[in-house]
């Protein structure tokens, strides 16, 4: 990891197209400004993992519904296919 001392009104640029700067800074909070291409995703890390635990979480519950579609399916294909 890349540590950096900036003042207030200073910034960092990332990639040529990504600036960091440093808004305001008020006891132990900084308030940071992003200029980005609209392309470019900005989240917070809080807000990031919780949506990467959601999309794991998804994916798991994708799975499991998947399953058991494909045994309601096979128990509907026995019925049609039982003789009368």
């Given at each position: 990891?890349?540590?950096?001392?900036?003042?207030v009104g200073?910034?960092?640029?990332?990639?040529n197209d990504i600036e960091v700067i440093i808004v305001e800074v008020k006891g132990d909070q900084v308030r940071i400004g992003i200029k980005a291409p609209k392309s470019v995703r900005i989240l917070r890390k809080e807000?990031?993992?919780?949506?990467?635990y959601e999309n794991r979480e998804s994916a798991n519950t994708t799975t499991?519904?998947?399953?058991d579609?494909?045994?309601n399916l096979e128990l509907m294909?026995?019925?049609l296919n039982k003789p009368k």
């Open positions: 990891m890349l540590a950096l001392t900036r003042k200073e910034s960092i640029i990332i990639n807000i990031f993992d919780e949506i990467q499991d519904m998947s399953e579609r494909v045994k294909m026995k019925k």
